[in-house]
């Protein structure tokens, strides 16, 4: 079951990276050129996926997209991790304390916002692009990782081997840095690819309102944006780009699941 | 238990203090002036003067700050720059679209997510519980607004079971309004469902795991009855603060799919408050949905003391 | 017709076999005890007689309950079985019960499965029930809840859910193994007399050979999923045949062999009116709820090159105390010194001091960081060396203090995972030799290892104690251990020292109430076979 | 096709036709919009949404639009002008009466039109009013405007919705409750929903066909497209997705009504920012752009080229497209005569309509490919305004003056392209002065011609009004002359 998990899930997401990657070198159609006359046209030959309402190919449009999913979903994610393990690793550090309470509190307030509408008004505030939604994605993995960091790193703090090194003379913050991080970082990957495939749905969400990334760079949220009104009479232009959303996110889930079983059976699961 | 409520209340209102003063802060900092949005392309620097006054555009941010937050605490929350209404009455307006849809998606979600996570781990690696596994992936993976907008394609304008979207009105009877929110709900409700089931089934598998069902079975009940009678209650903790957790999001989360569906919810009002600069309304309403999931969060709080005595204790 | 008679059970889990050939016999209104080490495959030889076996296990031979073959029931006739014919007491009262339910709800459950009577009638069944396993409802309202009661009284809960429809057969998997010695010997108490009073068939399992000794009509001594001997238990001490079983009596006993000293050398360790007391947790908004004092007004003396020990039972103050004297944490009263310097001076624990004492945990698999290698996690503590060894050095020192433990050079570039619990407990004390320090402070040392191990540990440390001139400081809650391997005793109760002084004269003539206590609960091996094992 | 209507139609209806004959037509109507009013004042906003729901159907002006772009006489009967053209004596229509009963007199017209220029309004077309100097009421329906100095077109700055007539009692709520003069008065507004008009009974003209009518809002074009074909509006008046309009043509359930607007749709030019200061560079811009390409692109097909900021259906109306063919290479040539041979990076800044948006595309990839790299940035109405329209920071952007005869903004230098010439400034200001047909009529044409040779901004179309209603309806305006949907004439063909 996992080892399934893993193969599907991986093969799944590696597809996507590797279209993005190789939509660096090389694209069946370049996607800045428009061709208004071969607009809207059903998968052909010529244009595997069709085009869209610009005659732009879509499986250009897709695999440039990718790139920009991965790269806000990412960033997103590093943005998360960087800010919130450090919290969670002090919180654990200075566990029922004031700097802990501050955090947990403070978490708490990031977690009473609606995450969809804050995204929305950062952008509101700061204009529509993929920078504000890398940070509004951002903004609310800093609480997950804090929050994971500090769950796992409490359990760890109650183990001997911690003891040991504060027998041997070790500070809260080397004892963080050389043995509790060492040992979440698995529950950090298995989140991270998480985080990752829910960072790539809320690009989506927000590039689809029109809040992430701007034109002419290709986002998968906008393409079905773009799209929705000519489902009824051109539905490629909008199955193609939702199956891409679809796939990554399922490959991404499954990848996680699947290292999750992996890299420690008895993990919780979390979702 | 007195003062485990005091205590979450002093808490509770300290969060909204501090919410209040971040939303507040974000929104003064926006930029877009309500007044030329309002008056347009050709309008006059002292038509302009004269409707920040009247709009009270012209106060210290303080003096703004103060008069929101006071009149808020007695119901007031003010009066919207573009509507020129009261912004509680336009809030209570859509909350009777938003607060059913919240529900009846969480109804659903509930409903479907309870059985499938149950019948999942009672049939653990085995053919049910892979569907069940299956099923519910793609519906995490899937995005709910490309899961409407396929919805509205296949039910309102190919078989016409259902309109295009909008919203009856209660006043039309419950029935037709409900309809009315049927695709919305199952659009908004199948991802929760999803990941509801998902969290029930490991839940009550690790439950199912615990020394105590065992203790169960030793006594001669059937694997069946351990379940029900000893495992299932057990999980209920972690599926309860999802629950949580998804009626919050419900309520403000609905924003796309009140626009698939053209619903005069609260999402749709915030949304169309930030594009006009609206911003008490804005600032109200995200206001009330922090409101809305401290007091979730309270009420699940509760809830695990109702479910868990060794919370009953220290309460 | 003997009430449960095992022919050649064979049992496999996911093509690995755990069990092989295992036969034994148990009469009505006897006790049968069966020992052996961890993964000797003692558990699963009950759980294969109530068919509670983990997903993918297979059974062969016969298991006959009454005549019956349980492996030949179907799932719903053992339901049937499970609880009026047989029941089962765990080892871990703490989670064995349901948090959610009442303990008078849990009981009357067994009955109620079982026969269709109204719940009054059930729940006053329960209280009959919880009286003979010694809870009687005028004390414990059966509307309690499992987190309110102790250990102790969790696991006579969990008896009495056993016993509330008479089972001919009541199966004991370590019933005790998680409680405190005098708990223990009310527990294994109220067994006999349940056993006595309504003549069912008792099969306790249990890796201490003094408890079941006590105890038991019949033993069986399994190893490696098979059973290496078995006999009437007076008979069977005098001829053990197997050698395993021989070793196993012979560890039980042992004493390992310390160096004499002459004259005891200067203080080394003073603890003086040491008090620490806990923050009660927070109470309203500003107001916090009495505090606890752990540690309350010790002091002592330890010698350089003394063993002594420290015993009490769980939440004693024995960890506090190990915490404080580590420096780990400040006392808020009365001080320790360590060689006449303070280990805790100006708001932190001092450098100096600390370098000159290490500790060693109970869990050998707690104690170790699994990502790290052995040699990186062994030379650990030099980090307290202001001018640690490095490159070649540190890994010759690594190589020294793996030596001096019985494990190689090689062993250093492994991870932890790789080695066995009593292997662990030696690279733990690797750990702590390494800076050659003078005080090993012993927690709970040997108290999770298997029996033979534990005399290997022992006569280890006692060997290493003797060549580098080592003072240790003996925690433990097991009597027998600490008897064998220190000097003085230390008894500690509720945070304060009640007893104290040489060991064969606080063993042999204890003077505090508790003391005599807790020596009278601990269990010992018969006469006879003690004389065996020596 | 019939079977399935009627079904719906019952549905939505039920409760309005209860007990009505099979036989007889329909008389209620809901009619879709994209943009909801803000409030229902349409004298103190902006906002083309509140005179698309009130417009005509429930306040009038002294003059009215007709569905032509023609002006005639409202609630005033007649007029008389004064020689110098600087006194308007108007004769009201008598026995006119507001939807609360009360009646309409010169004391209206005088507080309507003196609130709109008062020192604190709020009118948004404040400048409308700014010639007047005087209003004055002789009786009951007699009232005099006297204008400081004649203006041409003072006649027809009297038909637009923000000079409607409104009365002082009713004037504290008409944010919430409008109260006017029109053939409909209004009953309902579900806010962020719908807003209900039921016929006035006492209307003094010829009254309206239907009994009833609902303006539902829906801004999201799917959900628009979704409500025409579901059926679930009647008409669709703007409808946002011309893509669309291919499927509703095909469909006989449907009609599609493709008229005119007053929105000249321009790609607006910094031009006080370098290097669109330089004539060679606008020009260049200009000739980077294939207006078909957009039309096609953005709109569908619908639309129609211009060649400078003046409506194609307007008789004063001269084609200059020509001037500004799409001719790349030409484009290139001239950047590199204005020192850019390798090209420049700007600004691109589009408001959120989706002419604005995809054209905004379309454009940013024509200037690529002469070598202007244009960053395009989606703003909302108040960033864009802000920015844009107040700020005027931005290269280029693209809007629709959507206000009918606008030419005179080129004669503003503060305006937000910033076109600085003082010989179209004395024509525009000769052309208020000239109130002779002919010679206005000159005189436009010669203001086209000028801003077509400066380059001023790039001219792209006419922005097209299109609708959609149910094949039964007849009645509705194809064109917008102002934006309005006036629904007075509207009523289903059996």
Same mark, same amino acid.
């Given at each position: 079951?996992?080892?399934?998990?893993?193969?599907?899930?991986?093969?799944? =997401?590696?597809?996507?990276?590797?279209?993005?990657?190789?939509?660096?070198?090389?694209?069946?159609?370049?996607?800045?050129?428009?061709?208004?006359?071969?607009?809207?046209?059903?998968?052909?030959?010529?244009?595997?996926?069709?085009?869209?309402?610009?005659?732009?190919?879509?499986?250009?449009?897709?695999?440039?997209?990718?790139?920009? =999913?991965?790269?806000?979903?990412?960033?997103?994610?590093?943005?998360?991790?960087?800010?919130?393990?450090?919290?969670?690793?002090?919180?654990?550090?200075?566990?029922?304390?004031?700097?802990?309470?501050?955090?947990?509190?403070?978490?708490?307030?990031?977690?009473?916002?609606?995450?969809?509408?804050?995204?929305?008004?950062?952008?509101?505030?700061?204009?529509?692009?993929?920078?504000?939604?890398?940070?509004?994605?951002?903004?609310?993995?800093?609480?997950?990782?804090?929050?994971?960091?500090?769950?796992?790193?409490?359990?760890?703090?109650?183990?001997?081997?911690?003891?040991?090194?504060?027998?041997?003379?070790?500070?809260?913050?080397?004892?963080?840095?050389?043995?509790?991080?060492?040992?979440?970082?698995?529950?950090?990957?298995?989140?991270?690819?998480?985080?990752?495939?829910?960072?790539?749905?809320?690009?989506?969400?927000?590039?689809?309102?029109?809040?992430?990334?701007?034109?002419?760079?290709?986002?998968?949220?906008?393409?079905?944006?773009? =799209?929705?009104?000519?489902?009824?009479?051109?539905?490629?232009?909008?199955?193609?780009?939702?199956?891409?959303?679809?796939?990554?996110?399922?490959?991404?889930?499954?990848?996680?699941?699947?290292?999750?079983?992996?890299?420690?059976?008895?993990?919780?699961?979390?979702? | 238990?007195?003062?485990?409520?005091?205590?979450?209340?002093?808490?509770?209102?300290?969060?909204?203090?501090?919410?209040?003063?971040?939303?507040?802060?974000?929104?003064?900092?926006?930029?877009?002036?309500?007044?030329?949005?309002?008056?347009?392309?050709?309008?006059?620097?002292?038509?302009?003067?004269?409707?920040?006054?009247?709009? #009270?555009?012209?106060?210290?941010?303080?003096?703004?700050?103060?008069?929101?937050?006071?009149?808020?605490?007695? #119901?007031?929350?003010?009066?919207?720059?573009?509507?020129?209404?009261?912004?509680?009455?336009?809030?209570?307006?859509?909350?009777?679209?938003?607060?059913?849809?919240?529900?009846?998606?969480?109804?659903?979600?509930?409903?479907?997510?309870?059985?499938?996570?149950?019948?999942?781990?009672?049939?653990?690696?085995?053919?049910?519980?892979?569907?069940?596994?299956?099923?519910?992936?793609?519906?995490?993976?899937?995005?709910?607004?490309?899961?409407?907008?396929?919805?509205?394609?296949?039910?309102?304008?190919?078989?016409?079971?259902?309109?295009?979207?909008?919203?009856?009105?209660?006043?039309?009877?419950?029935?037709?309004?409900?309809?009315?929110?049927?695709?919305?709900?199952?659009?908004?409700?199948?991802?929760?469902?999803?990941?509801?089931?998902?969290?029930?089934?490991?839940?009550?598998?690790?439950?199912?795991?615990?020394?105590?069902?065992?203790?169960?079975?030793?006594?001669?009940?059937?694997? #069946?009855?351990?379940?029900?009678?000893?495992?299932?209650?057990?999980?209920?903790?972690?599926?309860?603060?999802?629950?949580?957790?998804?009626?919050?999001?419900?309520?403000?989360?609905?924003?796309?799919?009140?626009?698939?569906?053209?619903?005069?919810?609260? #999402?749709?009002?915030?949304?169309?408050?930030?594009?006009?600069?609206?911003?008490?309304?804005?600032?109200?309403?995200?206001?009330?949905?922090?409101?809305?999931?401290?007091?979730?969060?309270?009420?699940?709080?509760?809830?695990?003391?109702?479910?868990?005595?060794?919370?009953?204790?220290?309460? | 017709?003997?009430?449960?008679?095992?022919?050649?059970?064979?049992?496999?889990?996911?093509?690995?076999?755990?069990?092989?050939?295992?036969?034994?016999?148990?009469?009505?209104?006897?006790?049968?005890?069966?020992?052996?080490?961890?993964?000797?495959?003692?558990?699963?030889?009950?759980?294969?007689?109530?068919?509670?076996?983990?997903?993918?296990?297979?059974?062969?031979?016969?298991?006959?309950?009454?005549?019956?073959?349980?492996?030949?029931?179907?799932?719903?006739?053992?339901?049937?079985?499970?609880?009026?014919?047989?029941?089962?007491?765990?080892?871990?009262?703490?989670?064995?019960?349901?948090?959610?339910?009442?303990?008078?709800?849990?009981?009357?459950?067994?009955?109620?499965?079982?026969?269709?009577?109204?719940?009054?009638?059930?729940?006053?069944?329960?209280?009959?029930?919880?009286?003979?396993?010694?809870?009687?409802?005028?004390?414990?309202?059966?509307?309690?809840?499992?987190?309110?009661?102790?250990?102790?009284?969790?696991?006579?809960?969990?008896?009495?859910?056993?016993?509330?429809?008479?089972?001919?057969?009541?199966?004991?998997?370590?019933?005790?193994?998680?409680?405190?010695?005098?708990?223990?010997?009310?527990?294994?108490?109220?067994?006999?007399?349940?056993?006595?009073?309504?003549?069912?068939?008792?099969?306790?399992?249990?890796?201490?050979?003094?408890?079941?000794?006590?105890?038991?009509?019949?033993?069986?001594?399994?190893?490696?999923?098979?059973?290496?001997?078995?006999?009437?238990?007076?008979?069977?001490?005098?001829?053990?045949?197997?050698?395993?079983?021989?070793?196993?009596?012979?560890?039980?006993?042992?004493?390992?062999?310390?160096?004499?000293?002459?004259?005891?050398?200067?203080?080394?360790?003073?603890?003086?009116?040491?008090?620490?007391?806990?923050?009660?947790?927070?109470?309203?908004?500003?107001?916090?709820?009495?505090?606890?004092?752990?540690?309350?007004?010790?002091?002592?003396?330890?010698?350089?090159?003394?063993?002594?020990?420290?015993?009490?039972?769980?939440?004693?103050?024995?960890?506090?105390?190990?915490?404080?004297?580590?420096?780990?944490?400040?006392?808020?009263?009365?001080?320790?010194?360590?060689?006449?310097?303070?280990?805790?001076?100006?708001?932190?624990?001092?450098?100096?001091?600390?370098?000159?004492?290490?500790?060693?945990?109970?869990?050998?698999?707690?104690?170790?960081?699994?990502?790290?290698?052995?040699?990186?996690?062994?030379?650990?503590?030099?980090?307290?060396?202001?001018?640690?060894?490095?490159?070649?050095?540190?890994?010759?020192?690594?190589?020294?203090?793996?030596?001096?433990?019985?494990?190689?050079?090689?062993?250093?570039?492994?991870?932890?995972?790789?080695?066995?619990?009593?292997?662990?407990?030696?690279?733990?004390?690797?750990?702590?030799?390494?800076?050659?320090?003078?005080?090993?402070?012993?927690?709970?040392?040997?108290?999770?290892?298997?029996?033979?191990?534990?005399?290997?540990?022992?006569?280890?440390?006692?060997?290493?104690?003797?060549?580098?001139?080592?003072?240790?400081?003996?925690?433990?809650?097991?009597?027998?251990?600490?008897?064998?391997?220190?000097?003085?005793?230390?008894?500690?109760?509720?945070?304060?020292?009640?007893?104290?002084?040489?060991?064969?004269?606080?063993?042999?003539?204890?003077?505090?109430?508790?003391?005599?206590?807790?020596?009278?609960?601990?269990?010992?091996?018969?006469?006879?076979?003690?004389?065996?094992?020596? | 096709?019939?079977?399935?209507?009627?079904?719906?139609?019952?549905?939505?209806?039920?409760?309005?036709?209860?007990?009505?004959?099979?036989?007889?037509?329909?008389?209620?109507?809901?009619?879709?919009?994209?943009?909801?009013?803000?409030?229902?004042?349409?004298?103190?906003?902006?906002?083309?949404?509140?005179?698309?729901?009130?417009?005509?159907?429930?306040?009038?002006?002294?003059?009215?639009?007709?569905?032509?772009?023609?002006?005639? &006489?409202?609630?005033?009967?007649?007029?008389?002008?004064?020689?110098?053209?600087?006194?308007?004596?108007?004769?009201?229509?008598?026995?006119?009466?507001?939807?609360?009963?009360?009646?309409?007199?010169?004391?209206?017209?005088?507080?309507?039109?003196?609130?709109?220029?008062?020192?604190?309004?709020?009118?948004?077309?404040?400048?409308?009013?700014?010639?007047?100097?005087?209003?004055?009421?002789?009786?009951?329906?007699?009232?005099?405007?006297?204008?400081?100095?004649?203006?041409?077109?003072?006649?027809?700055?009297?038909?637009?919705?923000?000079?409607?007539?409104?009365? &002082?009692?009713?004037?504290?709520?008409?944010?919430?409750? &409008?109260?006017?003069?029109?053939?409909?008065?209004?009953?309902?507004?579900?806010?962020?929903?719908?807003?209900?008009?039921?016929?006035? %009974?006492?209307?003094?003209?010829?009254?309206?066909?239907?009994?009833?009518?609902?303006?539902?809002?829906?801004?999201?074009?799917?959900?628009?497209?979704?409500?025409?074909?579901?059926?679930?509006?009647?008409?669709?008046?703007?409808?946002?997705?011309?893509?669309?309009?291919?499927?509703?043509?095909?469909?006989?359930?449907?009609?599609?009504?493709?008229?005119?607007?007053?929105?000249?749709?321009?790609?607006?030019?910094?031009?006080?920012?370098?290097?669109?200061?330089?004539?060679?560079?606008?020009?260049?811009?200009?000739?980077?752009?294939?207006?078909?390409?957009?039309?096609?692109?953005?709109?569908?097909?619908?639309?129609?080229?211009?060649?400078?900021?003046?409506?194609?259906?307007?008789?004063?109306?001269?084609?200059?497209?020509?001037?500004?063919?799409?001719?790349?290479?030409?484009?290139?040539?001239?950047?590199?005569?204005?020192?850019?041979?390798?090209?420049?990076?700007?600004?691109?800044?589009?408001? %959120?309509?989706?002419?604005?948006?995809?054209?905004?595309?379309?454009?940013?990839?024509?200037?690529?490919?002469?070598?202007?790299?244009?960053?395009?940035?989606?703003?909302?109405?108040?960033?864009?305004?802000?920015?844009?329209?107040?700020?005027?920071?931005?290269?280029?952007?693209?809007?629709?003056?959507?206000?009918?005869?606008?030419?005179?903004?080129?004669?503003?230098?503060?305006?937000?392209?910033?076109?600085?010439?003082?010989?179209?400034?004395?024509?525009?200001?000769?052309?208020?002065?000239?109130?002779?047909?002919?010679?206005?009529?000159?005189?436009?044409?010669?203001?086209?011609?000028?801003?077509?040779?400066?380059?001023?901004?790039?001219?792209?179309?006419?922005?097209?009004?299109?609708?959609?209603?149910?094949?039964?309806?007849?009645?509705?305006?194809?064109?917008?002359?102002?934006?309005?949907?006036?629904?007075?004439?509207?009523?289903?063909?059996?």
């Amino acid at each position: 079951m996992s080892l399934r998990n893993l193969i599907i899930g991986g093969t799944l =997401s590696g597809v996507f990276l590797l279209a993005a990657l190789l939509s660096f070198l090389w694209v069946p159609q370049d996607v800045t050129q428009l061709d208004i006359a071969n607009k809207i046209r059903p998968p052909s030959a010529g244009h595997w996926l069709g085009t869209d309402h610009y005659g732009r190919d879509i499986l250009s449009m897709i695999m440039v997209g990718a790139r920009t =999913s991965i790269a806000v979903a990412l960033v997103a994610v590093g943005i998360g991790m960087g800010l919130g393990v450090p919290l969670g690793l002090a919180a654990a550090a200075r566990h029922g304390g004031w700097l802990d309470e501050a955090i947990m509190r403070g978490n708490d307030l990031v977690f009473a916002f609606p995450s969809l509408l804050i995204a929305i008004m950062i952008t509101a505030i700061f204009g529509a692009s993929a920078v504000n939604a890398i940070i509004a994605i951002g903004i609310f993995n800093i609480p997950v990782f804090a929050r994971l960091t500090r769950s796992g790193a409490l359990s760890l703090w109650r183990r001997d081997f911690i003891l040991a090194a504060q027998v041997a003379g070790k500070g809260a913050v080397r004892i963080s840095v050389e043995h509790i991080l060492p040992n979440v970082t698995n529950l950090l990957i298995v989140q991270g690819t998480i985080q990752f495939s829910l960072g790539i749905l809320a690009e989506a969400g927000l590039s689809y309102v029109g809040l992430g990334a701007q034109p002419p760079t290709p986002s998968w949220g906008r393409m079905l944006a773009d =799209s929705q009104t000519m489902v009824s009479f051109a539905p490629h232009m909008a199955l193609f780009p939702g199956m891409a959303i679809l796939l990554t996110v399922l490959g991404l889930n499954l990848l996680g699941d699947g290292l999750r079983d992996m890299l420690d059976p008895r993990l919780r699961r979390l979702r | 238990m007195l003062q485990f409520f005091l205590k979450r209340l002093m808490a509770l209102v300290l969060t909204l203090v501090v919410a209040s003063g971040v939303i507040f802060l974000c929104l003064e900092i926006v930029p877009g002036d309500p007044a030329l949005y309002m008056l347009g392309l050709n309008a006059q620097e002292d038509t302009l003067a004269a409707l920040r006054a009247e709009l #009270g555009l012209d106060m210290g941010p303080l003096a703004r700050y103060w008069a929101w937050v006071s009149g808020m605490v007695v #119901g007031d929350f003010g009066i919207s720059y573009t509507y020129r209404t009261p912004v509680a009455e336009m809030v209570a307006e859509r909350l009777k679209v938003s607060l059913p849809l919240a529900v009846y998606a969480l109804t659903l979600s509930t409903a479907i997510a309870f059985p499938a996570g149950i019948w999942a781990a009672s049939r653990r690696g085995r053919g049910a519980d892979i569907a069940v596994m299956g099923v519910t992936q793609l519906g995490v993976a899937i995005p709910n607004f490309w899961f409407a907008m396929l919805m509205v394609l296949v039910f309102a304008i190919q078989l016409r079971w259902f309109n295009a979207g909008g919203f009856a009105g209660w006043e039309a009877g419950v029935g037709p309004a409900l309809k009315s929110l049927t695709l919305p709900a199952i659009a908004l409700a199948l991802p929760q469902a999803s990941i509801l089931a998902r969290v029930m089934r490991s839940a009550l598998l690790e439950s199912l795991n615990e020394d105590y069902v065992r203790t169960a079975r030793a006594k001669g009940l059937s694997r #069946g009855q351990a379940l029900w009678r000893h495992a299932l209650r057990n999980a209920l903790i972690p599926v309860l603060t999802i629950i949580g957790l998804q009626f919050a999001f419900l309520m403000a989360g609905a924003i796309i799919i009140e626009n698939v569906f053209y619903l005069p919810g609260l #999402g749709r009002l915030v949304f169309q408050a930030i594009s006009a600069r609206d911003l008490i309304v804005v600032e109200s309403v995200v206001m009330l949905l922090v409101f809305a999931v401290v007091v979730v969060n309270f009420l699940v709080d509760i809830a695990y003391a109702l479910v868990d005595p060794r919370l009953r204790g220290q309460v | 017709m003997s009430l449960l008679q095992i022919d050649k059970l064979s049992l496999a889990i996911g093509g690995v076999q755990i069990l092989h050939d295992v036969s034994l016999r148990l009469e009505a209104g006897q006790i049968l005890g069966v020992i052996g080490e961890s993964g000797s495959g003692k558990s699963m030889t009950a759980f294969a007689v109530t068919q509670l076996l983990p997903v993918g296990a297979t059974c062969r031979g016969r298991v006959l309950l009454q005549g019956q073959d349980v492996l030949a029931q179907t799932e719903a006739q053992m339901c049937q079985l499970r609880g009026r014919v047989v029941s089962m007491v765990f080892q871990e009262p703490m989670t064995a019960l349901n948090p959610l339910h009442p303990i008078g709800q849990q009981v009357a459950e067994t009955i109620m499965v079982h026969e269709n009577i109204s719940r009054s009638a059930a729940m006053a069944r329960a209280a009959q029930a919880l009286t003979r396993a010694e809870l009687p409802p005028e004390r414990f309202p059966m509307g309690r809840y499992p987190h309110e009661l102790s250990g102790g009284q969790r696991q006579r809960v969990v008896i009495a859910m056993a016993i509330a429809l008479r089972p001919s057969l009541l199966i004991a998997d370590e019933p005790t193994t998680a409680l405190d010695v005098t708990t223990q010997a009310e527990i294994l108490a109220l067994l006999r007399r349940l056993v006595q009073e309504d003549g069912m068939g008792l099969m306790l399992i249990s890796h201490d050979l003094a408890v079941v000794a006590d105890m038991a009509d019949q033993i069986v001594i399994m190893r490696q999923g098979e059973v290496v001997e078995q006999g009437p238990a007076a008979q069977l001490f005098s001829g053990l045949r197997h050698p395993y079983s021989q070793a196993l009596l012979a560890a039980s006993g042992h004493v390992p062999a310390r160096p004499h000293r002459g004259q005891l050398g200067a203080p080394l360790l003073e603890v003086q009116r040491a008090t620490r007391r806990y923050a009660g947790p927070r109470r309203g908004l500003w107001g916090r709820a009495p505090g606890f004092e752990a540690v309350r007004d010790v002091s002592f003396c330890l010698r350089r090159g003394e063993s002594l020990g420290l015993v009490g039972e769980s939440g004693c103050g024995k960890s506090t105390l190990t915490r404080a004297i580590l420096g780990l944490d400040a006392l808020q009263s009365g001080s320790i010194a360590f060689d006449g310097q303070p280990v805790w001076a100006g708001g932190s624990p001092a450098r100096a001091v600390r370098r000159r004492m290490q500790v060693v945990f109970q869990d050998p698999y707690g104690s170790f960081n699994p990502r790290w290698k052995v040699a990186r996690l062994v030379a650990e503590p030099f980090h307290l060396l202001d001018q640690p060894p490095t490159g070649a050095a540190r890994r010759a020192a690594v190589n020294e203090a793996l030596h001096s433990v019985g494990l190689t050079a090689a062993d250093g570039d492994k991870y932890i995972h790789e080695f066995s619990g009593g292997q662990r407990q030696r690279i733990a004390i690797a750990r702590a030799l390494i800076i050659k320090p003078d005080l090993i402070i012993l927690d709970e040392a040997v108290s999770a290892l298997d029996v033979s191990v534990r005399a290997q540990v022992l006569d280890l440390l006692a060997d290493l104690s003797g060549r580098f001139g080592l003072s240790y400081l003996f925690i433990s809650h097991d009597l027998g251990v600490v008897r064998a391997i220190t000097d003085r005793v230390l008894v500690m109760r509720a945070g304060q020292i009640i007893e104290e002084g040489p060991t064969e004269q606080v063993f042999a003539s204890p003077t505090h109430p508790y003391t005599k206590e807790l020596i009278a609960a601990a269990p010992v091996l018969p006469a006879y076979a003690k004389e065996i094992a020596q | 096709m019939f079977a399935g209507w009627y079904k719906k139609g019952a549905l939505a209806a039920a409760a309005l036709v209860a007990g009505m004959g099979m036989a007889e037509a329909k008389t209620d109507i809901i009619v879709g919009m994209q943009l909801e009013p803000p409030h229902l004042d349409p004298t103190s906003a902006a906002a083309g949404a509140i005179d698309s729901v009130l417009y005509s159907n429930v306040f009038e002006g002294l003059t009215r639009f007709m569905s032509d772009g023609s002006v005639v &006489p409202g609630l005033a009967e007649s007029w008389d002008i004064s020689g110098d053209g600087t006194v308007y004596t108007f004769k009201l229509r008598a026995g006119v009466k507001f939807h609360d009963g009360t009646d309409f007199t010169a004391d209206d017209v005088k507080f309507s039109l003196d609130r709109a220029r008062a020192e604190d309004s709020q009118n948004a077309q404040k400048a409308l009013f700014a010639g007047i100097t005087d209003v004055a009421v002789i009786d009951p329906l007699t009232v005099q405007v006297t204008l400081g100095a004649p203006n041409g077109a003072f006649l027809f700055n009297m038909a637009w919705g923000d000079a409607v007539i409104v009365a &002082p009692e009713s004037i504290d709520t008409i944010k919430t409750n &409008p109260v006017g003069t029109g053939a409909f008065q209004f009953a309902n507004w579900v806010q962020g929903d719908r807003i209900d008009l039921v016929k006035n %009974p006492a209307y003094w003209g010829t009254p309206a066909k239907l009994e009833r009518a609902t303006f539902k809002f829906i801004s999201d074009p799917t959900a628009a497209f979704a409500a025409v074909m579901a059926e679930d509006v009647h008409a669709f008046a703007g409808f946002p997705a011309p893509e669309n309009l291919p499927q509703f043509d095909a469909d006989p359930r449907f009609q599609v009504l493709v008229g005119s607007t007053e929105g000249e749709t321009i790609l607006s030019t910094n031009n006080k920012m370098p290097p669109f200061d330089n004539l060679m560079v606008r020009k260049a811009l200009a000739h980077a752009i294939d207006r078909q390409a957009i039309i096609d692109g953005a709109m569908f097909g619908y639309g129609t080229p211009i060649g400078t900021h003046f409506a194609p259906h307007n008789p004063d109306y001269v084609d200059l497209t020509a001037q500004s063919a799409y001719d790349p290479e030409q484009a290139k040539k001239l950047l590199a005569e204005a020192g850019f041979p390798d090209g420049f990076k700007t600004t691109l800044k589009l408001p %959120p309509p989706s002419y604005a948006r995809r054209g905004g595309e379309i454009i940013a990839a024509q200037l690529r490919a002469v070598g202007i790299e244009a960053e395009i940035s989606n703003l909302e109405w108040p960033q864009w305004l802000e920015q844009v329209f107040r700020g005027k920071d931005y290269g280029l952007t693209i809007v629709s003056h959507t206000e009918p005869a606008d030419i005179n903004i080129y004669a503003r230098p503060e305006y937000y392209f910033q076109y600085d010439n003082p010989a179209f400034q004395t024509l525009m200001a000769d052309l208020t002065n000239t109130t002779d047909p002919a010679a206005r009529s000159a005189m436009l044409k010669t203001a086209q011609t000028i801003i077509a040779d400066d380059y001023v901004n790039g001219y792209l179309f006419q922005l097209a009004a299109l609708s959609v209603a149910n094949a039964k309806i007849d009645g509705l305006w194809a064109n917008a002359p102002t934006q309005a949907t006036d629904l007075t004439a509207v009523y289903w063909k059996d």
